[in-house]
């Protein structure tokens, strides 16, 4: 137990989401985040395995603890101590807690006087509101909390505006009380979840992390992969999409794996920046990774009313079409660069790896095996951590002793800490949007702007997700765009899942857009490159898996809706087809540099594949072989007029 409590050096510290830089404890304040941190990990599990309480009282009691934790681990400027708390944050952090408790204890008189509100009450939605902006502003920066303030004015003050976006205001009782007294605004869908599926998927992947199953995908990503033209460029993005089925973090993936497969990448030719941008992209992808994915992806499923398991199939192929999309500029790169896979003896053996590590694949089966029967996220989740406990036990290796459970319980209710926030302060911004529609207002403006063409709305919507995402966590700028914008394309025809998956994938590739790309950053840090440099070559390197969402909304069947065998073999290879082409004009490589009109024609034709008709397929089809047959030939001809002069 002693080492658990161990002095932590002052100058560890952590980066996380939002840029926020989280304390590293020390000494007896350690020890006490700790009790913290490990009472709201096992309050969680009680919550949402044994108790039978409602609702509003559970998101209460998780608002309640995750202000408490975050005041206390987020310093509130640059100058604060990054080792102990000031006396204010342990009065915010006690405030915090209090708002939540508040609600837990007073709700039910509250529903006794018809949420009539009294001077009590008002207080404490103030202090509420206000608590959630400055923990939101600490633990994932400025922008999400701004945003949120703007929409609260918004509510109050509507008759400024004019034309379509005016409306007569209301009262700030009347939004006080929607906003802290009722499910419709902070103790709304994104709370609910948050309190529920995403802590207890968190804190699962919290006991695989102390179970070294890391070290496992990536061993396993090293054995099978490694031998590849550019190997360890290839281990980063299998274990990275391996890592993110049970993350759902990009910076926590990156952190994980790129430590270990950033440095093989340079060993063997890639530049830093180069191989910080796999490890970013690659990481990034792994949110978009079923079966579990980011935080969003279950709102998602709460805001359609669907199971999660609907969500979770639809997730697969986009997911594989991204990162063979990552695979395919990898390769053409060594490819370009003339590089090797790693040395044979330097590779684990894949049967030595799945004989002593292969047994912690088990809980992770056993999570999508009760996801696939129709069980809920939280039903699955809860025996998945049972699952960790006794798998792990089966060999030393892995063993969870007493001090990683406590650590496993402690880092949950940590990594919680800043999603459960963002959920909270976006709750203010669903909240408004429903009381003002605002979301249809903008939904018609839309539809008015783009004249009826679903490619221009598309268009509109990538580029608001995209601002969107430039500062806000992934999980943030879903919510903000499936309440505003998605409704659009729903009106415009879009089926909702293609629709709200649309919005959920660009809010994903925020991460490595720059400028604000937070997990570039991560990996150029490990890199030791340039941020921005990174952030670049990591958009470069996505960027074939930028016309993916097009191609899902006009071919819903790529989310596993309504499957027709034949039409979903033919969606799918002209898919590949297309991000292969488009691949291909990225890198302007092939099997030589391409010449203009090469690189024309494959870009060309990956925009003709993403509409799935006879007649933009078949055009597609034939300029993929035109610029493959005009630069094979090309190349052929160089390397002969290369072997004769070296011959002469």
């Known amino acids: 137990m002693l080492n658990l409590f161990r002095k932590k050096k002052v100058e560890d510290i952590q980066e996380v989401a939002g840029g926020a830089v989280q304390r590293k ?31 509003i009282k559970r998101n209460a009691l998780h608002l309640g603890m995750m202000l408490g934790l975050a005041f206390l681990m987020y310093p509130a400027t640059k100058k604060s101590s990054k080792i102990n708390p000031s006396v204010l944050d342990w009065i915010l952090s006690f405030l915090g807690l209090s708002v939540g408790l508040y609600i837990y204890f007073f709700y039910d008189s509250l529903v006794d006087r018809s949420l009539i509100a009294n001077n009590t009450d008002y207080f404490f939605a103030v202090l509420a509101i ?19 303030a703007c929409f609260l004015f918004y509510a109050k003050f509507g008759y400024v505006f004019s034309g379509m976006l005016g409306h007569q205001g209301f009262s700030w009782q009347r939004i006080l ?16 979840v948050s309190s529920s599926y995403v802590f207890m998927f968190i804190l699962f992947g919290s006991f695989l992390a102390k179970t070294n199953t890391a070290k496992f995908f990536n061993d396993f990503a090293l054995a099978l992969a490694g031998r590849l033209r550019g190997g360890p460029a290839h281990v980063s993005v299998m274990a990275s999409g391996l890592m993110g089925t049970i993350s759902g973090s990009a910076q926590a993936n990156v952190a994980t794996t790129g430590s270990f497969t950033i440095p093989l990448m340079k060993e063997v030719g890639y530049s830093p920046r180069f191989a910080g941008a796999v490890e970013a992209a690659a990481s990034t992808g792994g949110i978009l990774m079923p079966p579990i994915m980011g935080a969003a992806s279950f709102i998602m499923a709460s805001f359609l009313g ?80 049972i699952a960790v406990i006794f798998v792990s036990s089966l060999r030393k290796s892995s063993r969870l002793n007493l001090t990683r459970f406590i650590e496993a319980m402690e880092d949950g209710a940590k990594t919680a800490v800043s999603v459960g926030i963002a959920c909270a302060v976006v709750g203010f911004v669903v909240g408004v949007v429903a009381m003002t529609g605002l979301g249809q207002v903008i939904a018609y403006n839309i539809m008015a702007f783009s004249g009826g063409h679903l490619w221009l709305a598309l268009i509109l919507v990538m580029i608001a997700s995209i601002f969107l995402g430039m500062g806000l966590p992934a999980t943030a700028c879903y919510i903000i765009t499936a309440s505003i914008a998605a409704p659009a394309l729903v009106r415009m025809g879009v089926e909702p899942l293609a629709a709200h998956y649309f919005a959920f994938y660009y809010g994903t590739l925020s991460a490595i857009i720059p400028p604000v790309a ?18 670049f070559t990591g958009f470069k390197l996505a960027f074939a898996g930028i016309m993916i969402p097009f191609m899902f909304v006009y071919s819903p069947i790529l989310l596993l809706q309504n499957v027709v065998v034949w039409r979903l073999f033919i969606v799918v290879f002209t898919g590949l087809v297309g991000i292969y082409c488009l691949g291909a004009a990225a890198e302007n490589y092939l099997f030589s540099t391409l010449r203009l009109y090469e690189r024309i024609f494959a870009g060309a034709a990956a925009v003709l594949l993403i509409q799935p008709k006879i007649l933009t397929d078949s055009i597609g089809i034939g300029l993929t072989v035109a610029f493959i047959a005009s630069n094979y030939y090309h190349t052929k001809s160089i390397r002969k007029k290369h072997e004769q002069v070296v011959t002469s």
Do not use: C
């Open 130 to 148: 206000l608590l959630i902006l400055e923990a939101s502003r600490r633990s994932v920066g400025i922008l999400l909390p701004i945003i949120s």
């Open 518 to 535: 937070l997990t570039s950053y991560t990996a150029g840090g490990i890199a030791g490159a340039n941020p921005i440099d990174v952030a």
């Open 306 to 385: 669907i199971p999660y398991i609907e969500v979770m199939k639809a997730g697969l192929i986009p997911a594989l079409f991204y990162y063979i999309a990552i695979f395919r500029i990898i390769d053409l790169r060594a490819q370009k660069m003339g590089l090797q896979g790693l040395d044979e003896k330097k590779l684990p053996n894949l049967k030595e790896v799945m004989k002593y590590q292969g047994h912690l694949i088990i809980p992770i089966i056993i999570i999508i095996i009760l996801l696939l029967r129709g069980l809920t996220p939280l039903y699955s989740a809860f025996f998945g951590m």
């Open 25 to 55: 404890f020390a000494g007896r304040v350690a020890l006490i985040i700790t009790i913290l941190a490990v009472i709201t990990s096992f309050t969680h599990v009680w919550m949402n395995s044994f108790s039978l309480m409602i609702a």
């Open 177 to 192: 009380t929607r906003m802290y007294m009722t499910s419709e605004g902070i103790f709304g869908t994104t709370l609910m």
